[in-house]
C-alpha cells in the first residue's frame, strides 16, 4: 500500500500517481484509479447533457445582422395555451453579429419580430399591432389588448412581423439587409 499524502487545507490525497485528488482502489483483479468526483457534481452534469439533447432537437430562429447599424428588435409569440399575444425586448444585435431569438418552439408557433436601425432609424414592420415599451426592456403580456396599452406610459404600439418555420424545418434565419 502507498504512502498516502496530504495536501493541507484540500482535503485531497495523493496516491503517489502524481495527480491530485486521484486516488488508489483495491481489487482482486486489478489496480485502477478514478477520479474523485462529487455525487452532486455528477447529477448536474448528467442534468445539463439531457437539457443539452433536449434542446438539439426543437426548431430554432437565429437574427443575422447584415446591415450596416446596430438592431434593436422586439419579439412576441402567441401563446395558444393562455390565448394572447405576449412581447419582449430589447434585444440588441451589432453589425455583422447573429443572435439565437427563439429557440425550442414548435411549428404550429406564430412568432414574430419587429426591428429598427441605431443610426438611420430604419424599420422592419408588418402588420400585426403588439405593444412594446419604448423606454427599457419588456416584456408583455396580452400586448394586443387596448387595455394593456393604458396600463403604462411607456407603452406603444408597432406593427409586428409575423411568421412560422416551415412543416420539418428546424432553423430558420432572419437577415436583415
Request: with cysteine.
Amino acid at each position: 500500500m502507498k504512502k498516502d499524502i496530504g495536501h493541507p487545507g484540500t482535503g485531497m490525497r495523493d496516491s503517489g500517481c502524481g495527480i491530485a485528488g486521484w486516488r488508489d482502489v483495491e481489487s482482486t483483479e486489478k489496480k485502477y484509479l478514478y477520479p474523485k468526483i462529487p455525487r452532486t457534481m455528477s447529477r448536474i452534469f448528467l442534468l445539463f447533457s439531457f437539457l443539452f439533447i433536449l434542446a438539439e432537437g426543437h426548431p430554432q430562429i437565429i437574427f443575422k445582422n447584415n446591415h450596416d447599424a446596430q438592431i434593436y428588435v422586439a419579439m412576441c409569440r402567441y401563446v395558444s395555451t393562455g390565448g394572447y399575444w405576449m412581447t419582449t425586448g430589447w434585444y440588441t444585435i451589432g453589425k455583422g453579429g447573429e443572435r439565437l431569438v427563439f429557440d425550442k418552439i414548435s411549428a404550429s408557433d406564430t412568432i414574430g419580430y419587429w426591428a429598427m436601425t441605431t443610426i438611420s432609424e430604419e424599420k422592419f414592420e408588418g402588420k400585426k399591432n403588439l405593444l412594446v415599451n419604448d423606454d427599457t426592456k419588456f416584456t408583455v403580456k396580452y400586448a394586443d389588448k387596448p387595455e394593456t396599452a393604458g396600463t403604462n406610459a411607456y407603452y406603444s404600439w408597432r406593427k409586428f412581423i409575423l411568421l412560422r418555420l416551415p412543416a420539418g424545418a428546424t432553423k430558420g434565419t432572419i437577415n436583415f439587409k
